[in-house]
């Protein structure tokens, strides 16, 4: 229906848009990568705390059904040694550097790179060569003043172990 | 004929626009056929002038020629309160009746606002799953005179959320979550760079029905002395309703029997818009959010980071904004923050509008 206003043009409001995506354009944003959140169904665990908010219990446990379907059991630290060489997981790492930087601002992501390899989820070649993207990364809406929390850790737990999949194809 | 109101305004993003439709570009306007209101913004000068009026129609008959004539929005709610028709009244036109109705209304505001019918016009338009509605709603739209150059629609929540988020269309290059307050509907969406992800909409938390209960509230506060309709309540709400700085107000009613009994409304007003505000938040809460959370890890994490729009008429309430802010946040166990436009109940036809112009810029007629 042509005015069904969940099939607008996606492609012809972002070009009718002045300002432009921070990283990149849509088109570095491939269905693999984008589409990775794509759900299953909502999982049935529900936590132990019944007064925890239904939302954060959600979160948790997509993450963990994420990592649970990315953990083969063979897993050593650090568990990003190096950064895969592939066109998608480029684009997966824009997405995660910039992620990080919305989230905190450049300082406090260069930070947490630096913890995520004390605590052997990075190797020494994958933290150095993030630190160099991040450098290319930049935007003004940047909560500057926020730190990361343990759920953007969580979100980072994700795409590393999303990055390392692709290492191991 | 009726006069909708017509305001105008600076807008600091419309440069040099045409007024009239008589230019080699056609008239960017947004619509926003709403069930309680109808906003359209047309360019003037350096701003927009908005035409907004109630969504309803009267029909008579001249006492003079027997023809039959058309009063649209407060001047037929005023004058035939007995037989004004509200054509939206759930959102979308349900029948052919309602249709017509509804396609009356538009050409007459329309004629009575001189809107150019050279012009690429975006409609503002929830995101109701009604196949039927929708299709009426097209051939009102299709029929229309405005709109020769290009017609469009977006979800009423991306378009409400334009105005609060920049002076530009902001809004399609950021990550946020947004939450119409309207009167038929509650609708909640993420957006991820213009794209809706996750549209929840919900009929048991409205508007209207905040009327409702303002009606029942207030036939209890009288010990059964005062029936109002929900015309009445409504407007109860529009002017009383204020988490702010809200005072008990006196109301007279003509008594059947003649004469006049005077009344004072402490409670029922508030306690209506109190347990809407309880409501809105559990459905975003447990229904809403979580589901995004599930199918949008990041997104959820980053929209919940940043201000949460709110649009629609309900967010006129003063104090509503934040008073939402808190709520959800004591819900969710962490520090959201709410965020709503200006002027709330003109956003989405603003947020059309802007949608329009950049259209007719990038020559997408």
């Known amino acids: ?169 | 004929m009726s006069e909708a109101d017509v305001e105008s305004e600076e807008d600091p993003e419309h440069e040099g626009a045409d007024t009239g439709g008589g230019g080699d570009e056609p008239t960017p306007i947004g619509v926003k056929l709403g069930s309680t209101r109808t906003v359209i913004a047309i360019p003037d000068g350096d701003g927009l002038r908005t035409v907004k009026t109630l969504t309803c129609l009267a029909t008579y008959e001249d006492v003079i020629t027997g023809e039959e004539k058309v009063l649209y929005g407060d001047e037929a709610a005023t004058e035939y309160p007995d037989r004004v028709q509200y054509t939206l009244r759930s959102g979308l036109p349900e029948d052919e009746s309602r249709a017509e109705l509804t396609a009356t209304f538009f050409e007459e505001v329309l004629e009575a606002n001189d809107v150019p019918e050279d012009s690429a016009v975006v409609y503002a338009i929830p995101t109701i799953d009604n196949e039927r509605g929708l299709a009426n709603l097209e051939s009102v739209i299709e029929g229309s005179s405005i709109g020769e150059a290009l017609i469009r629609s977006y979800p009423e929540s991306l378009c409400g959320s334009v105005p609060a988020m920049g002076e530009g269309l902001e809004a399609v290059d950021d990550i946020f979550v947004t939450v119409n307050l309207g009167s038929t509907n509650l609708e909640a969406s993420a957006y991820r760079r213009g794209e809706q992800l996750i549209p929840f909409t919900t009929g048991a938390v409205t508007g209207n029905e905040v009327d409702r209960m303002i009606a029942n509230y207030v036939e209890e506060e009288t010990q059964g002395r005062v029936n109002i309709d929900n015309t009445t309540a409504r407007e109860y709400k529009e002017i009383h309703a204020d988490f702010v700085d809200f005072e008990p107000f006196t109301d007279v009613i003509q008594q059947p029997g003649g004469g006049s009994h005077e009344f004072t409304i402490e409670r029922s007003v508030m306690d209506a818009v109190d347990e809407y505000v309880d409501d809105a938040v559990e459905e975003i809460a447990n229904a809403f959010l979580p589901e995004l959370a599930n199918d949008y890890i990041k997104v959820y994490q980053l929209a919940l980071d940043r201000p949460i729009v709110l649009t629609g008429g309900m967010t006129c309430i003063p104090g509503l904004v934040e008073e939402f802010e808190k709520r959800l946040s004591e819900e969710l166990q962490r520090d959201v923050e709410a965020t709503a436009p200006a002027s709330p109940a003109e956003s989405a036809a603003v947020g059309a509008q802007r949608i329009a112009e950049r259209l007719v810029d990038a020559e997408a007629y």
Request: aromatic share 8%; charged share 30%.
């Open chain 1, 1 to 169: 229906m042509a005015i069904d206003p969940r099939n607008y043009d996606l492609d012809e409001l972002r070009s009718a848009s002045v300002g432009q995506p921070a990283v990149g354009s849509q088109d570095e944003w491939p269905a693999a990568v984008d589409d990775e959140e794509a759900s299953s169904e909502p999982s049935e665990d529900d936590g132990d705390d019944p007064d925890r908010p239904a939302a954060a219990v959600a979160f948790e446990a997509a993450i963990a059904r994420d990592l649970a379907t990315l953990d083969d059991g063979t897993v050593e630290r650090p568990y990003l040694p190096t950064l895969p060489a592939s066109l998608s997981a480029e684009a997966l790492l824009f997405e995660w550097v910039e992620y990080l930087v919305l989230q905190a601002g450049r300082e406090s992501v260069a930070d947490a790179f630096d913890f995520y390899e004390r605590v052997g989820w990075l190797g020494s070649d994958a933290a150095g060569m993030l630190d160099r993207y991040l450098s290319g990364v930049d935007d003004p809406r940047a909560n500057t003043g926020n730190g990361l929390d343990a759920d953007d850790h969580r979100v980072s737990l994700h795409y590393i172990a999303r990055l390392a999949s692709f290492s191991q194809r």
